[in-house]
């Protein structure tokens, strides 16, 4: 893996800047670090010359950030799921979004597609997580209106820790009384039968699940970009045409105004490139 921006040392000589190997899960992790404030001054810049942004769990509310992949025609899944355009560095780096977050917060379409299960702790993140007062894994936070899940499956019956899931005020009644039967917290983050996405990071950040990773799927993400929430992007650029018609990734309803990011980080890997943006 190689660092294409921002080039920290000009001195160094460009084919060692260029050299290509496997990062470890722990310069991984240093890289997709969640903000930290080193100046309390309006545009203050971190260690890494990033321009700098409220602490994730130190006082400046929660940080959303969102995690997806593409091809370079801008497909987000090719036959209904991401894994076949995905690559072994960008599963590495999936595993590291997770190492870091608090909750990972994700769409029912995208529990059933992509068959999700419980995030599980990994040693590798342990002692970063307990110095970061984090338990061992991220809880899953599923988002859905009509709860039509199964609440069998391990998601939601063997988490390690407990799954919880947005819906509205709303929602099926029933299907509210199935899920916490089945034991999961459910958390009423909207007036209606959908969830309103600044409600549900408001709701996580009161549990005090402030490091927030969105993995979509694309309708989900899209409702966090029209409502102004989202603060992060990871980009995966994959090196594939896929034509068809899947969906970008994200859909739906966007901002009166588009909203601009600025690129902070940029690495390449088997023409892979694996991009970060934060809001402007």
């Not at 307990?130 to 069998?152: E, K, N, T």
Request: charge should be negative; aromatic fraction near 6%; glycine fraction near 12%.
């Amino acid at each position: 893996m190689r660092r294409l921006f921002p080039v920290t040392d000009q001195t160094v000589p460009a084919e060692d800047r260029a050299e290509d190997r496997e990062w470890t899960l722990d310069e991984l992790a240093d890289a997709y670090a969640y903000p930290s404030v080193t100046a309390g001054a309006a545009g203050a810049v971190t260690a890494a010359g990033e321009p700098a942004a409220a602490e994730a769990g130190g006082g400046g509310g929660p940080w959303l950030r969102a995690n997806m992949v593409s091809t370079l025609d801008g497909a987000a899944q090719h036959d209904g799921r991401s894994q076949t355009i995905s690559s072994a560095a960008d599963m590495r780096i999936f595993g590291t979004l997770r190492g870091l977050a608090d909750a990972v917060v994700v769409g029912a379409e995208t529990v059933r597609l992509e068959e999700y299960r419980p995030a599980r702790a990994r040693e590798a993140f342990a002692a970063r997580r307990a110095a970061a007062g984090q338990g061992p894994a991220p809880a899953i936070a599923v988002v859905s209106a009509g709860l039509r899940l199964d609440f069998s499956l391990p998601l939601f019956s063997e988490p390690s820790v407990p799954t919880l899931l947005l819906t509205g005020a709303e929602a099926p009644a029933a299907r509210i009384r199935d899920a916490e039967k089945a034991g999961v917290e459910v958390v009423i983050a909207g007036e209606g039968p959908g969830v309103d996405p600044a409600r549900a990071v408001h709701a996580l950040a009161e549990r005090g699940l402030v490091r927030l990773l969105t993995e979509g799927g694309p309708r989900l993400l899209g409702q966090f970009v029209a409502a102004g929430v989202l603060d992060e992007m990871c980009l995966t650029v994959s090196p594939t045409l896929t034509a068809g018609y899947a969906q970008r990734i994200a859909g739906g309803q966007g901002p009166a105004v588009p909203e601009r990011f600025a690129l902070v980080s940029l690495l390449e890997q088997d023409g892979f490139l694996f991009s970060r943006y934060r809001r402007v």
